[in-house]
């Protein structure tokens, strides 16, 4: 492949930045990462990474484009300890007051903590012999010549280079440089959610949840509070439970199980009410999710991009921001086969492409909520009522499930959901249960 350039930077050594660095190194003759820690040698927590205490969950999606890079990584995982199955029909999955049903989809999920992915795969960018990274050292500025980012100011010195990405995550710095340059910031838009949640990890037993490797319980209109469990390498189960702008699931053992007790799902519950604590709870807060929109800017300079979190922050609940990272890879790397020339635009052009997904998806779920703080209207409305009657309908409804767990998956676009064969079964199901139940009448309040 012909080389486009001889050095990137790359801001950031999280999973967004090191799947840029991935994509570049094919690209550049050298890649170096910047990165405000110091990278361990086994996979533990790092200091500035916080929320890699918390449940993460990598889609198929992920999965796919992480196999596409590294050959062979999802062994790697596996043999690391990795928990491998079918996401429905080896999860349970609570929406609109029932269980959904449960069969063989083909969405084979990967479940381990973010310290041993972010592991596995540092060590597979970094083994690369055009990468290489820089270690504890903070990025204050940019160097720029006219309309050109030409490198980054560390405290120490200065790095050029013919490209710089800001992989830095919620925390982007861009913004400011913006200004300082004499850049237009780019619209934001935001919807307070007021998340709060915490996480705890117990030891995992062969017969917890009958086998599963999974239990998800959103929240919903009628319960602000939810949880997720996943298996883990280690025979352990990570538990976060949430809720959103109060009533947050206390860090102390009891309070813990007493918060997953009052879930409209038991299955959590069931589980951890007995099972032995592993380590201390660990809590966190989430404002608001948060979509920047460069891609409707007129000016950007040349030399510069923006990727990962520090374009679009979702609700963390919602487990789609490696994912999200991974399908950008996928687009950059499509851009810089044409060259440096024009890069940003097209670049973000194709990354809000991808975004419009996991952002579609997150936000109009919890625009659902009547505590979201937001911009709503009809469609929205409307769309959330549907997607209510298609949760309803997949608690019987093999087509219905795998419709929703698709998109949410980022294996299909949201539209996918409204196919002729979807609704049909969609409307059939909810027939059958108005048949079932007539003394139940639809009111209006259904589609606000």
């Known amino acids: 492949m012909v080389q486009k350039g001889k050095q990137a930077i790359v801001i950031g050594g999280s999973m967004g930045g090191l799947l840029a660095a991935r994509v570049l190194a094919d690209h550049f003759e050298e890649v170096t990462i910047v990165d405000r820690d110091r990278f361990p040698n086994s996979p533990e927590h790092r200091r500035c990474v916080p929320q890699s205490r918390h449940t993460h969950g990598l889609l198929a ?74 270690e504890s050292a903070v990025v204050i500025g940019l160097e720029t010549s006219k309309v050109k980012v030409t490198g980054v100011r560390l405290e120490d010195g200065v790095l050029n280079a013919d490209l710089v990405v800001d992989s830095s995550g919620r925390g982007s710095s861009t913004q400011d440089w913006l200004d300082l340059m004499g850049y237009q910031r780019p619209r934001a838009e935001r919807v307070e959610i007021g998340v709060g949640y915490t996480t705890r990890l117990f030891k995992r037993r062969a017969e917890d949840s009958g086998g599963d490797i999974a239990v998800v319980v959103p929240a919903n209109r009628k319960c602000t509070k939810g949880g997720v469990m996943l298996a883990q390498e280690g025979d352990r189960w990570t538990v976060t439970l949430f809720s959103y702008f109060k009533d947050y699931a206390p860090a102390d053992l009891e309070g813990f199980r007493k918060y997953a007790q009052a879930l409209p799902c038991q299955e959590i519950y069931n589980v951890i009410r007995d099972a032995e604590p592993i380590g201390e709870a660990y809590t966190a807060r989430f404002p608001a999710s948060v979509r920047l929109r460069y891609e409707n800017l007129e000016r950007f300079p040349e030399g510069f991009l923006v990727f990962g979190d520090a374009i679009c922050s979702f609700n963390p609940t919602f487990g789609q921001g490696m994912s999200t990272a991974a399908l950008e890879a996928i687009e950059l790397e499509d851009c810089l086969k044409t060259g440096l020339d024009g890069l940003a635009p097209r670049f973000f052009k194709k990354a809000a492409r991808v975004v419009d997904i996991p952002w579609s ?75 079932d139940n007539p003394m139940r009448v639809v009111r209006t309040a259904d589609l606000r």
């Open 61 to 134: 999606s992920g999965r796919q484009t992480l196999e596409h890079y590294f050959p062979g990584i999802s062994k790697a995982f596996l043999d690391a300890g990795a928990v491998a199955g079918d996401m429905i029909a080896e999860s349970k999955w609570f929406f609109e007051g029932s269980l959904c049903t449960k069969f063989q989809s083909g969405l084979n999920g990967l479940l381990l903590s973010r310290p041993l992915i972010e592991y596995i795969v540092r060590q597979r960018v970094l083994a690369m012999s055009n990468v290489k990274a820089v």
């Open 361 to 435: 998806v997150s936000v109009g779920a919890d625009l659902g909520l009547p505590c979201t703080i937001g911009t709503r209207n009809l469609m929205g409305r409307i769309i959330n009522w549907y997607m209510s009657k298609l949760h309803k309908a997949s608690h019987h409804d093999p087509v219905a499930t795998l419709a929703f767990h698709r998109v949410a998956n980022l294996l299909s676009p949201p539209p996918s959901i409204l196919h002729p064969r979807v609704i049909w079964r969609v409307l059939k199901a909810n027939l059958r249960r108005q048949i």
